[in-house]
C-alpha cells in the first residue's frame, strides 16, 4: 500500500523452547585426564601422600636431633639452657606425648622384628619375624573332636586290596609290572656303570623279611619313649605337633584335618568352605600365639606380614589369604610374594631356574632380574609324601614284617617319615642287601623293635621323581572344584580369570593329548571359513583382547596369517618361531602332531604354529586329502571331503578350563625343567644356556642324598650339546632347602623400596581388586 505503513515484525527475545540447547563438541580439540595420572588411583595416591609424610617426618627428626645437639654443646659451654621450655606445661606434655606416638608408629613400619614371614605348605607351616635367622615350622595340621579318628574313616594307606591272597592282587597287577620293570633296569644300569649285582638279592630281602618277627621292649626299659599329647577337656582343638602326638584310643576321639593337599586348598575332607578357611586361620592363629609369643590378638595389629604364595596360584586363594590378613588376623598391612621369587632372594640368585620339591607338589619357574617368567611355571602334583607312600609300599610288597602299618594313623606316619629321612637315597653304590631296624611306639602298648632287610626299595621310591606313574595318582584330583568354584573375568562373567602358563599346559597335553585338539578349535572361529574357501587369500589377523586363554588367540594368529599357499618369501632353514636365527629344541614341544611334526603352542606371547588342521591352507588340505586316499582307496572323493570339512564341535573358556582341572599335572622332573626352560628362553640359545647353567633346587623333598647330581645327570643325557653349560646347585649360601623360601622373604620384606603393601583402608574401600595395582607380577 502506498503512503500507509505495514504491520512490522519484531523480536521479543522469548525462546521456543525452555530446552537448554547444547553446543556439538569440537573432536579435534578435545582432552580428558580421567585415570590418566597416578594421583586418580587410591593405591597410588596413598603411596605419594606416605612418601610426603614420610618426608616431612624425616625432616622434623633431623631438625630435633640437630637442635638438641646445638643445645648440648650449649649447656657444655654453661652459657644457656637446653632447650627452651614453654610456659603451659600441659602443652609441652601433649607436643612430647604425641611427638613419641609418632615415633613409636614409624619404628613399627620399619624394624623388621615388627614383619611376620608366612609360608604355608601342605604339610608344614613356616612362621618367624623377618629379623629372625630361622623360622619356625609347625606341621599343618588341626585335631578337632570327633565320633570317628581319620584312621577309622578313610581306607588305609598305602592302597591296597586285604581280601587277595597274593600281593600283585593286594598292590594290583599293573603296579607289579611297573615295580619289577624299574628293578631290572637298575640291575641293568648298574652292570653298565661296574656295580656289584647280587643275581638272588631280592631273594634274600623277601625270605628274610617273612621270617622276621618283632622284639617286645616294656616301656620302662625304651629310653625314647614318646610322650603322648593329653588334651585339657577345655580345649576343642589342638595344632601342630602336638595335634599328631594325640593318641589313636584318646578319649573323646580326634580326628586330623590337614587344609592344603598338593598345593591346594583341600576340598575333599570338608564339607563347606567356611570349615575350611576357618581351620586354615585356626592353624595359624595359634602357631602366632605359640611360636611367636603374641598371646593378645590387640598386638597383632602392630605387625606387617609377608605372605608367601606358589607361582602357579588360585585366584581363590590369594583373595581369601588377603581377606584373613587383614579382616581376621588384622595386621597392619600385608603384602605377596611368589615362591620362586623368594627362593632368588634367599639364595643370591638375579636369574635360575627354581625347582622346589615340597612334600605333595614340584613346581618349576624360570626367574629373571627377581621377576618370574609367566610362561615358565609348571606344577607337578607329586613331593616327597609320594616317595615315602611308594618306599613303605614297596617294603610291603617284599613283605615287610610290619605288615599292619597305615599311613593313616599318626604313629605310624612318623615313623614313615623317619625311615625315608633316614634310608631313601640316589646313591646307586648303595643299592645292596641292607639290614634296617626301626621301633614302632604306640601308646599304652610295649614298644615292638622290628629288624627287615632292604635292597633297591629306597633307591627306587626317590627315582620316582624320573617315574612318576610309579606313584599313586589316583585321588589327588577327588573332590577338586567341590567346595571353592574357579575365578572369573571381573567384566565377562564366563570367562575363567586363573592364571595360566604356556609350559603348565604343554604338560597337561602330554598327559591328554586331546586338550591340543580342542583348544586349536577353540581358537580357531573362521576355520571353516577358509576351508570352503580352500585356504588361497591371506586373511589378516585379529588381535583379540588379553586374557588368560590369549594363548590361543596366537595360534589363530599364526594359523591364518601363514597358510600353506602365502606368497611371502619363507623363511631360512634356522629360523625359529620368534624369528630369531635358533628355534626352540623340538625335542622339549610337548603335545607334538605326529602326522605333521609342528609343534604344539608353546608360549602366550608368540605366535607358535600349530598342528596342521583341515582348512589351515591348500596344502594342509592336499595332504589330509592324501591321507584319506590311501586309506580308502578313493582319491577323488577324499579330495572333496578334506576341501569341505565337516562342521566341528566348539569349546568356551569355561569348558577349556573345566577339562584342564580334570587332568593331573604329572610328568618327569627333567622332562619338566627342560619344558620350562625352553618356554622361558623362547628360542634364544643364549638364555637357554644361561637357565641350564643356573637350575636351583630347594624344597625339603629335595633333601634326598644326591638329588641335585641325579638331576643334573638327566638333563645332560637329553642335551649332550650343553652337558658343559648344564649345573644344578642348592642355595648359594649353604643354607638348608626347606628355609630358603622363608629366608628370601623375609629379605624381601626388608626392602625400603617395597611398594606392594597393602593396608586395611585400601582393602575396605576396593576389595580384591586392589591386588591388579600392588601385586609386582600381572594380576
Not at 575396605?764 to 601385586?775: D, M
Request: hydrophobic share 35%; with cysteine.
Amino acid at each position: 500500500m502506498v503512503g500507509k505503513v505495514s504491520l512490522e515484525r519484531t523480536d521479543n527475545g522469548m525462546k521456543q523452547t525452555t530446552w537448554p540447547e547444547v553446543v556439538p563438541i569440537n573432536q579435534k580439540n578435545y582432552y580428558t585426564d580421567y585415570m590418566k595420572r597416578d594421583d586418580q588411583v587410591l593405591a597410588l595416591r596413598l603411596q605419594g601422600d606416605a612418601a610426603r609424610e614420610q618426608i616431612i617426618q624425616s625432616t622434623k627428626d633431623r631438625e630435633r636431633i640437630l637442635a638438641q645437639w646445638v643445645a648440648k654443646e650449649e649447656d657444655g659451654d654453661g652459657k644457656t639452657e637446653p632447650i627452651a621450655k614453654s610456659d603451659d606445661d600441659g602443652d609441652d606434655d601433649d607436643d612430647k606425648s604425641e611427638q613419641d606416638k609418632t615415633e613409636a608408629d614409624y619404628i613399627d613400619l620399619e624394624n623388621p622384628a615388627r614383619m611376620i614371614v608366612i609360608h604355608p605348605g601342605s604339610q608344614n607351616l613356616r612362621i618367624g619375624f623377618a629379623s629372625d635367622p630361622l623360622p619356625k615350622t609347625v606341621p599343618m595340621v588341626l585335631a578337632n573332636k570327633a565320633s570317628h579318628t581319620e584312621s577309622e574313616e578313610y581306607d588305609s594307606l598305602p592302597r591296597r586290596r586285604f581280601e587277595e591272597q597274593t600281593l600283585e592282587g593286594q598292590f594290583g597287577e599293573e603296579w607289579s609290572k611297573k615295580y619289577r620293570k624299574l628293578s631290572e633296569d637298575l640291575k641293568m644300569e648298574m652292570r653298565a656303570n661296574k656295580h656289584k649285582v647280587l643275581p638272588n638279592s631280592k631273594d634274600l630281602v623277601v625270605n628274610y623279611n617273612r621270617r622276621s618277627d618283632p622284639e617286645r621292649i616294656p616301656v620302662h626299659n625304651d629310653p625314647l619313649q614318646v610322650e603322648w599329647t593329653e588334651i585339657p577337656a577345655s580345649e576343642t582343638a589342638c595344632a601342630g605337633n602336638e595335634a599328631l602326638r594325640i593318641p589313636e584310643d584318646s578319649k573323646p576321639k580326634y580326628k586330623l584335618w590337614w587344609p592344603m593337599q598338593q598345593g591346594w586348598f583341600n576340598e575333599n575332607d570338608y564339607g563347606t568352605s567356611e570349615h575350611l578357611y576357618d581351620d586354615f586361620e585356626t592353624i595359624i592363629e595359634k602357631a602366632i600365639r605359640t611360636e611367636l609369643g603374641l598371646k593378645s590378638s590387640m598386638q597383632w595389629k602392630k605387625y606387617s606380614c609377608i605372605f608367601i604364595i606358589p607361582d602357579l596360584y588360585d585366584k581363590k586363594y590369594v583373595e581369601q589369604m588377603l581377606e584373613s590378613c587383614l579382616t581376621w588376623f588384622e595386621f597392619n598391612r600385608v603384602c605377596f610374594i611368589q615362591e620362586s621369587m623368594a627362593a632368588t632372594f634367599g639364595a643370591g640368585y638375579t636369574q635360575a631356574c627354581v625347582v622346589d620339591v615340597g612334600a605333595q607338589k614340584t613346581s618349576i619357574t624360570c626367574v629373571e632380574d627377581g621377576m618370574c617368567l609367566e610362561d615358565s611355571r609348571i606344577n607337578l602334583k607329586y613331593g616327597g609324601w609320594d616317595v615315602t607312600e611308594t618306599f613303605l609300599r614297596m617294603m610291603l610288597f617284599d613283605n615287610f614284617p610290619y605288615e599292619e602299618i597305615n599311613l593313616r594313623r599318626r604313629y605310624d606316619w612318623l615313623l614313615a617319615e623317619e625311615l625315608k629321612i633316614k634310608h631313601c637315597s640316589l646313591a646307586q653304590n648303595l643299592v645292596s642287601v641292607q639290614l634296617m631296624t626301626f621301633h614302632v611306639r604306640t601308646p599304652n602298648q610295649p614298644t615292638r623293635k622290628y629288624q627287615a632287610k632292604m635292597y633297591d626299595e629306597a633307591y627306587l621310591s626317590a627315582m620316582g621323581f624320573y617315574h612318576p606313574t610309579i606313584f599313586d595318582h589316583s585321588a589327588k584330583l577327588r573332590g577338586r572344584r567341590s567346595l571353592i568354584d574357579m575365578s572369573y573375568n571381573c567384566y565377562e562373567s564366563d570367562l575363567p580369570d586363573d592364571p595360566s602358563s604356556a609350559a603348565q599346559l604343554a604338560i597337561l597335553t602330554m598327559v591328554k593329548p586331546s586338550l591340543k585338539n580342542n583348544m586349536v578349535l577353540t581358537a580357531q572361529p573362521n576355520l571353516l571359513v577358509q576351508a570352503s574357501s580352500g585356504g588361497n587369500g591371506v586373511s589378516t589377523p585379529i588381535k583379540d583382547r588379553s586374557q588368560p586363554f590369549n594363548f590361543l588367540a596366537k595360534v589363530n594368529e599364526g594359523l591364518s596369517s601363514t597358510p600353506a599357499t602365502s606368497n611371502a618369501p619363507s623363511p631360512g632353514p634356522g629360523a625359529g618361531p620368534d624369528g630369531t636365527s635358533t628355534p626352540v629344541p623340538p625335542v622339549f614341544v610337548f603335545g607334538r602332531d605326529t602326522a605333521t611334526g609342528s609343534p604344539a603352542p608353546a608360549s602366550v606371547r608368540n605366535g607358535t604354529p600349530t598342528p596342521s588342521l583341515p582348512g589351515a591352507g591348500a596344502g594342509a588340505a592336499n595332504s589330509v586329502a592324501g591321507a584319506s586316499a590311501s586309506d580308502a582307496g578313493a582319491s577323488a572323493n577324499a579330495t572333496s571331503a578334506a576341501t569341505v570339512p565337516q562342521p566341528l564341535p566348539r569349546y568356551s573358556a569355561t569348558e577349556l578350563a573345566n577339562e584342564r582341572d580334570l587332568v593331573l599335572p604329572i610328568a618327569p622332573l627333567d622332562v619338566a625343567v627342560l619344558t620350562s626352560i625352553s618356554h622361558a628362553a623362547r628360542g634364544d640359545e643364549k638364555k637357554l644356556r644361561e637357565l641350564l647353567g643356573s637350575v636351583m633346587v630347594v624344597g625339603g623333598g629335595a633333601k634326598i642324598p644326591l638329588f641335585g647330581s641325579v638331576l643334573e645327570d638327566k638333563l645332560r643325557a637329553h642335551r649332550p650339546d650343553l652337558s658343559d653349560k648344564i649345573l644344578v646347585s642348592t642355595s648359594a649360601r649353604d643354607m638348608d632347602e626347606q628355609v630358603v623360601t622363608w629366608k628370601g622373604a623375609s629379605v624381601f620384606a626388608k626392602l625400603s623400596t617395597n611398594d606392594s603393601w597393602i593396608t586395611p583402608f585400601e582393602y575396605e574401600r576396593l576389595g580384591p581388586r586392589i591386588l591388579h595395582h600392588k601385586v609386582m607380577w600381572s594380576w
